[in-house]
């Protein structure tokens, strides 16, 4: 029962300083949306009573970093505002699936038409699906009573900071619970590489497991397209890549527990059933056309890993092994994202106690008392909508600046992955396996980073590159297998020295010395 806790505490830990960043995006998007750019700029945003809506819907989420635990509260809000049914949910289901830099991730994983294909076939689910759901429920939207107008000045910025903290301490933070939870289901429930064997190219219901596994298994966008890149790499199914994506970075059982709540269970249920046909039917349908049939097939997957129990069954020391993990995989980029959400939590959770009446947005509301001096020289209005505008303007270009700093030059990725590469390769030798095993992921997700890095400063990635980073990451993958498996040190120690030679090899191909 300890391994079984432990193990799904750390699970709902992990998921929850993945999704922080993206969960603080969707609070201020939402906020942007209820103070700054109100009702009716919303409305013509996501082409209200216009053939546009669904598309629109489809490339606004396209363009924001959020998760599906993030799209939230920016659903929510688009509710408020009387925008159809099938719209809002169009867009709470794409805005997870891609942003700007799992895109570019995305990219250099696999062939770019597949991407592009992947990107397609979400833009064919959504639209087919909401226009079926509001054909079918004509009369989805739903308005409601919105909060009065902040004036102009400081105060509307600060109303946004305090619509942020009530909606995360409200029903948005209960959601986000119920999402997060599933993780820690799905981490009860899977023992420790339970996922290895389920989505074979060779499996015909590998589609359809992976269907039913994505929804509680969830993934933030940069967690989905490494998995896809996994998948291609070890030629795995093509149809359970998609259904991952669709379903496992786009849905999650938070969302879906709003689903219930907001449209009622006839009108979820209906658009659970439309979407896991339409899902499945175009996983099956990419099956072929898209699978690497130059790729030899690896035989499993570690990919998956991530939603199984982390613990073994006969794990003598749980609690040590969970405070151990927490120690070495949690970043520091990470806690600090997962602070700035627990201060908007705890704010949150004030107003929420000591101002029920809501006094602090009155007196944002309350229009200040004009000067006698008269306007000033340099006291100008900026209308609501272009506030908003430029600030949702400024969270893409935010997010693609930040595509340089998440991805680093070649150069300084290798200082840092020789660094590794010799802990690695050292820690093998020497027996220290579980060191070796923490860091083969660390060093896995560098050589990735460092790819997209090459990609973005210099346009392309050749195929030589490509190859010589994929030899090294297969490397990696048999020692890590070795080292969980086996117990033949001069089998480890061979295959610790081809992985150096390989990580050489691929050095000298993207010209570092």
């Known amino acids: 029962m300890d391994v079984i806790f432990w193990g799904s505490l750390l699970r709902v830990i992990q998921a929850t300083v993945e999704a922080a960043p993206t969960i603080l995006v969707g609070l201020v998007v939402a906020g942007i949306f209820h103070r700054l750019v109100g009702r009716d700029s919303v409305r013509r945003l996501f082409g209200v009573g216009s053939w546009r809506g669904l598309p629109q819907a489809w490339a606004i989420g396209m363009l924001l970093p959020v998760c599906s635990l993030g799209v939230i509260p920016i659903a929510r809000e688009l509710r408020k505002t009387g925008i159809a049914g099938g719209v809002i949910l169009a867009f709470a289901m794409t805005a997870p699936l891609f942003n700007p830099l799992s ?30 759901w509001d054909r079918i429920f004509p009369n989805s939207s739903h308005d409601e009573e919105l909060d009065a107008h902040v004036p102009y000045g400081w105060k509307r910025m600060a109303a946004v900071g305090v619509s942020a903290c009530r909606e995360l301490a409200g029903p948005t933070g209960v959601y986000i619970l119920i999402g997060l939870l599933g993780v820690a289901l799905l ?61 496992g970075a786009g849905m999650n059982v938070g969302l879906i527990a709003w689903m219930f709540r907001g449209y009622g269970f006839v009108k979820a249920a209906t658009w659970m059933v439309i979407l896991f046909a339409v899902v499945v039917g175009l996983s099956y349908a990419v099956e072929e056309p898209l699978h690497p049939h130059d790729v030899e097939p690896a035989g499993h997957s570690h990919a998956f890993d991530i939603y199984c129990s982390p613990f073994h069954h006969h794990s003598t020391n749980p609690y040590g092994m969970f405070i151990s993990a927490i120690e070495q995989n949690i970043r520091i980029d990470q806690l600090y994202s997962a602070a700035g959400l627990g201060l908007v939590l705890v704010c949150g959770c004030v107003l929420q106690i000591a101002d029920r009446g809501r006094r602090v947005e009155r007196w944002l509301e309350r229009s200040p008392a004009v000067s006698s001096s008269g306007s000033r020289r340099f006291d100008f ?40 590469n010799v802990t690695v390769v050292a820690s093998s030798i020497s027996g220290n396996r579980q060191e070796a095993e923490h860091f083969i992921p660390v060093i896995d997700d560098y050589t990735r980073r460092m ?32 080292l969980a498996h086996d117990d033949d040190p001069e089998g480890v120690r061979k295959l610790a020295w081809s992985v150096d030679l390989a990580y050489r090899r691929m050095r000298q191909a993207y010209n570092v010395q």
């Not at 400024?394 to 680093?408: E, N, R, V």
């Open 103 to 132: 895109l570019l991730y995305g990219l250099t994983l696999s062939e770019p038409f597949v991407i592009f294909a992947f990107a397609m076939c979400s833009l064919l689910v959504v639209t087919v699906v909401g226009a079926l």
């Open 451 to 482: 790819q997209v890095g090459v990609y973005l400063r210099e346009g392309e990635l050749s195929r030589y590159r490509r190859m010589k980073a994929k030899v090294y990451l297969d490397k990696l993958e048999l020692l890590e297998h070795e």
């Open 187 to 247: 981490s009860a429930v899977l023992p420790p590489g339970g996922l290895q064997l389920a989505v074979e190219h060779d499996d015909p219901w590998a589609p359809l497991t992976m269907a039913f596994i994505a929804v509680p298994a969830f993934a933030t966008p940069m967690l989905a397209m490494s998995q896809l890149g996994s998948m291609f790499s070890h030629a795995n199914s093509v149809g359970a890549g998609f259904a991952l994506l669709a379903l």
């Open 381 to 420: 209005v900026v209308p609501g909508k272009v506030v908003g505008g430029v600030a949702l303007v400024g969270l893409i270009a935010f997010s693609i600046l930040g595509c340089y700093a998440y991805y680093p030059p070649k150069d300084d990725a290798f200082a840092d992955m020789s660094k590794l």
